[in-house]
């Protein structure tokens, strides 16, 4: 196998079927871990463009001291959203027209 190093090559050689066969299983775990967790940081980066550091003093009581401003386009028009992680998700509320001077 080119792409493992040959040290773990020649340790998998001494192991039984069993223990082969527990590996493989936990090598596929790994894999699709680190596969999900590759996902988790492109979908981040792309959810960060566009978000500001500006921070308002006055957060609305339903949004998480944690929340940021972030400015999205739609159509031609610019608008501010306070957006937070939830767990998985990612929430948004709605703050206002950002603007034009």
């Given amino acids: 196998m080119q792409d493992v190093p040959d040290d773990i090559e020649a340790r ?3 192991l039984t079927p069993r223990q082969l066969d527990q590996v493989s299983r936990l090598a596929e775990r790994l894999a699709e871990d680190q596969r999900r967790e ?6 981040e980066e792309r959810n960060d463009e566009g978000r500001t ?5 006055n957060l ?3 949004v998480p001291g944690k929340a940021t401003l ?3 386009r739609i159509n031609t028009n610019e608008y501010w959203y306070w957006q937070w992680r939830d767990g ?3 929430r948004s509320q709605y703050k ?3 603007d034009s001077s």
Avoid at 38 to 43: P, S
Avoid at 53 to 57: F, L, M, N
Wanted: glycine share 8%.
């Fill in 96 to 98: 206002g027209p950002v």
């Fill in 70 to 72: 972030t400015k999205k």
């Fill in 60 to 62: 609305p009581d339903s």
């Fill in 12 to 14: 998998l050689e001494e």
């Fill in 88 to 90: 998985e998700k990612i």
């Fill in 53 to 57: 550091d500006i921070r308002g003093d």
């Fill in 38 to 43: 590759q996902r988790t940081r492109e979908k």
